[in-house]
């Protein structure tokens, strides 16, 4: 059975009886407050038995609503039912979805359903919106949020540089000669030099570099404070690639970069 159906369909008219009997229990309580503010007692003693009544039909709603919610199979619906809903639900909200159940990427979250637990997990946080459109929409109130937090571009080109740099300089070490300016590094090695400790990489995650790598392109910033460009390469190995978004939404599968004295990244 689909969710939204189980939910407020199955569920529906408990749902609105409760929010019935909310009302009437609120109207009764103000009802009480009034004649016991003004000394109505015989008034306070008829409301006190309304309330008595609504708040019992409540009770009794509520038993019959909790012992619905188990009848609902969560298991057999994430792994039959909740892809189709989920990836409608991103379209709706301009999210693009790669991979398949159970594990998908929704630029820069990964996002992985637990059928049998009953959750699901955006960065490894632990969720329970098992409706799509709601956790749609928090993929897109999150995504939001990123967008709104300071980006110094100017200052990540930088750091991409000073971690290539000393990546270079290792490698001229250890293999003996003398690599030229502009010999690519791959982007793995990049994130590792940036993330050395365990505690860094929790912090700062591959898809949040990613993500970095991203509003370079949306900022336009690819020089760094010495005048070195820097340029990206491509690579068919799905498993040494980052996907990165440049600023018109386009999907590039990047493997290494390099700093080079001039050259388009694009």
Same mark, same amino acid.
């Given at each position: ?23 009437? !229990? ?29 708040? !019992? ?45 159970? !594990? ?163």
């Amino acid at each position: 059975m689909n969710l939204d159906h189980f939910l407020d369909h199955e569920l529906g008219e408990e749902r609105r009886e409760l929010l019935e009997k909310k009302r009437q !229990a609120s109207a009764h309580q103000a009802k009480l407050e009034r004649a016991l503010r003004d000394g109505d007692l015989e008034q306070a003693q008829r409301t006190i038995g309304w309330l008595e009544a609504a708040l !019992a039909k409540q009770q009794e709603t509520l038993a019959a609503l909790k012992g619905k919610l188990p009848g609902f199979d969560v298991a057999t619906y994430l792994r039959e039912e909740f892809e189709a809903g989920f990836l409608a639900a991103c379209q709706s909200h301009g999210l693009k979805v790669t991979g398949s159940f159970p !594990a998908y990427e929704v630029f820069p979250f990964r996002v992985r359903v637990f059928p049998e637990r009953g959750t699901i997990e955006v960065n490894e946080r632990v969720l329970r919106l098992l409706r799509p459109r709601a956790l749609a929409g928090y993929l897109k109130a999150a995504r939001d949020r990123l967008y709104r937090e300071n980006f110094n571009a100017a200052k990540f080109v930088n750091t991409l540089a000073r971690a290539y740099d000393t990546l270079l300089a290792v490698r001229r070490a250890e293999q003996g000669i003398d690599l030229p300016p502009g010999t690519d590094i791959p982007l793995h090695d990049i994130y590792e030099q940036l993330t050395l400790l365990p505690a860094h990489k929790r912090q700062y995650p591959r898809n949040m570099f990613a993500f970095d790598l991203h509003r370079l392109f949306v900022a336009d910033v690819f020089t760094t404070s010495d005048g070195r460009r820097l340029e990206f390469g491509d690579t068919r190995q799905r498993g040494k690639a980052v996907v990165v978004y440049d600023a018109q939404g386009r999907e590039h599968r990047f493997g290494s970069l390099r700093f080079t004295a001039g050259g388009d990244s694009r």
